[in-house]
């Protein structure tokens, strides 16, 4: 490190620490009000979690939903999110989230690449009051990421174990439907050989996928949007602490490739750094399976280590781990690679499936296996209570497996052999010898089984009422009938798969204002310090009501700290013209630029 990179100053009105959804809402919606905005990312690639989320925004009231005839009313969001967040109801929040939620959405859609479609979403909880089924939720639209030209490198790549050799799939079930039925139908066998080849190609020539979906579209969006607006995306770059000047936070120390660099940021500092899932300590007082010695694998990236929530405690934050479910909980599996990592599989799709049931280490099942990621997780908790281990294990027959897969496995004809051999698949050709090399209760195993399977003859779930919710059956099998999330598991040999907890960020986090200040124990903002995304706590109080929950309040508040950062307070005040980003900022940290 030389002596002038050590004294090396750049002036901005706005530092952002983070490059996810959060952090670049907040950086674009500033700088199109005018403001000089730096964003720094220590890791390699921008995108931050939603680069590896389903890119889904919950917005009641969006325009998507009113021009496709969806009837639903602001009332009804309200009394549903009453209902959802219960003691931890934050009208202020609330109020602001569904009155601006529809203006951030408009705005990005007019004012830059970000697009978005329309879902068939139904709410996790579409039974209960206010709850829809159909209309709150969209998507990122797919994007080329060849428009990102150069930057294409550092846009982080999806989850590997949720594509096929890097192909990312589209958000609809027409899509999946296509490579479920590709050894069944010529049209889909057809449509899948058109998607390998195209696929193959932008293998070879950009070493990535580059048709995009999902979050990774949503990031590429975002990044793109920040990019063309001349807002620098330092990759590679560090925040090492925050600066004040009395008691205001005045910018911070980063370090790079090109050695430390203060940052001053004359409006504030924003932290967006994704929350604290990868922060050991901090989880372990946090989740109640950790408290009783358990174990957590998250899929969210490496980086989310609580740098953001770290960084604001040292100023006197209030950081208090105040819901019961702290995090969004999300069922994984843990896949052995062949180049002897270990990666993480969510298990968004496989529960849905009619024949297949979850039972804990007892062999008992404990829930409805196709209520939402979060619930289950929830579930799993509290049948584990007097357990050492979170877990569950999915289990079904073959004619099951080789039709919907389970988990990282694929359905025929993919071979199962090689998962069997490495341990992820566990294969009994009775219940009982499935027991007993999966280390179950053998005998509870064939009772629970045999109940479900009397009820599920007629496509009934008599114990968890599986498949009676719009969203129970949206990521079903329609094909199935009576009942899309209900068929009884027939003949051997019988497969188990064991899941453990994991998390698709942390809902507990920093105090703040509506606005995004960060609030000191006693209450009263810090100056100069904001926090956005998964550093802040979620409005939603630690529940999940439904399809995008996390990046619709994290988008919506990050429009609002944005513009509050600009000192507009009107919705309907038109942006200032930007000046040019500053040159400083462009050059001084060429790491990632």
């Known amino acids: 490190m030389t002596d002038t990179t050590r004294n090396a100053v750049l002036t901005c009105d706005v530092l952002v620490i983070g490059s996810g959804a959060g952090g670049l809402s907040t950086a674009i919606t500033a700088r199109k009000q005018g403001l000089d905005v730096i964003v720094i990312e220590k890791e390699p690639f921008f995108g931050g979690t939603t680069a590896f989320s389903g890119g889904v925004l919950w917005i009641p009231g969006n325009r ?9 009313t602001r009332e009804a969001a309200l009394r549903y999110m009453r209902h959802e967040t219960g003691e931890f109801f934050d009208a202020a929040a609330v109020d602001a989230f569904l009155d601006t939620g529809p203006q951030m959405l408009d705005f990005f859609e007019k004012e830059t690449t970000v697009k978005f479609v329309p879902t068939l979403y139904p709410d996790y909880h579409p039974n209960v009051d206010g709850g829809v089924d159909i209309g709150r939720s969209v998507v990122a639209a797919p994007f080329d990421a060849r428009a ?19 192909m990312m799939f589209n ?22 050989a058109k998607r390998l080849a195209g696929h193959l190609k932008d ?27 001349g807002i620098p995306i330092h990759t590679n770059t560090a925040a090492r602490e925050l600066t004040t000047t009395g008691q205001r936070v005045t910018g911070a120390l980063v370090s790079g490739a090109d050695g430390e660099i203060r940052i001053v940021a004359r409006r504030g500092v924003v932290l967006a750094c994704g929350g604290f899932s990868h922060d050991v300590a901090r989880i372990a007082t946090a989740y109640p399976h950790l408290k009783r010695g358990g174990e957590h694998v998250s899929p969210v990236p490496p980086g989310n280590t609580g740098d953001g929530v770290g960084m604001a405690e040292r100023l006197g934050a209030k950081v208090a781990i105040r819901y019961p479910q702290p995090a969004a ?30 039972v804990t280490r007892a062999g008992k099942r404990f829930t409805n296996e196709a209520n939402s990621y979060h619930d289950v997780g929830a579930a799993m908790i509290e049948a584990c209570a007097n357990e050492r281990e979170t877990a569950m294990w999915l289990i079904c027959d073959h004619a099951t497996i080789r039709k919907y897969g389970l988990g990282f496995a694929k359905p025929a004809p993919v071979p199962l052999g090689p998962l069997l051999r ?36 007629r496509g009934e779930d008599t114990e968890f009422g599986r498949g009676t919710t719009s969203f129970n059956r949206y990521l079903a099998d329609p094909e199935q009938r009576p009942n899309p999330c209900v068929a009884p598991i027939g003949d051997g040999p019988y ?20 606005t995004g200040e960060v609030l000191d124990e006693a209450g009263a903002p810090i100056p100069g310090l904001y926090a956005v995304g998964n550093d802040r706590a979620s409005v939603m109080g630690g529940n999940y009501p439904g399809a995008g929950i996390t990046l619709g309040p994290i988008m919506t ?12 307070s009107d919705a309907a005040a038109p942006a200032q013209s930007q000046p040019d980003a500053s040159q400083a900022s462009k050059t001084a940290l060429r790491t990632g630029t």
């Open 557 to 568: 508040f990050g429009y609002i700290t944005g513009r509050h950062l600009a000192g507009v």
């Open 64 to 72: 998507h939903a009113h021009s496709n005839q969806v009837h639903d």
């Open 148 to 166: 990102l030209g150069k930057d294409i490198v550092r846009l982080r790549p999806p989850l590997s174990t949720i594509t096929f050799i890097g």
């Open 171 to 192: 958000s609809s079930n027409a899509d999946l439907k296509h490579f479920f039925n590709a050894t069944r139908s010529l049209k889909s066998a057809i449509y899948v």
């Open 203 to 229: 293998l070879a020539l950009y070493r990535r996928g580059v048709q995009v979906t999902s979050g990774n579209a949503l990031a590429a969006r975002l990044a793109r949007s920040a990019l063309d607006l």
């Open 495 to 514: 497969y188990a798969l064991k899941v453990l907890m994991g998390d698709l960020g942390t809902f507990d986090g920093i105090s703040t204002k509506v």
């Open 422 to 457: 490495n341990g992820y698949l566990t294969m009994g050709r009775t219940l009982a010898e499935l027991a007993r090399n999966a280390g179950l209760d053998g005998q509870v195993l064939e009772a629970t089984v045999k109940h479900y399977n009397v009820g599920a003859a």
């Open 329 to 358: 909980w999300m069922p994984v599996s843990r896949v052995p690679m062949r180049d002897g990592s270990v990666g993480v599989f969510p298990h968004l799709l496989d529960r849905y499936k009619p024949g297949i049931i979850g």
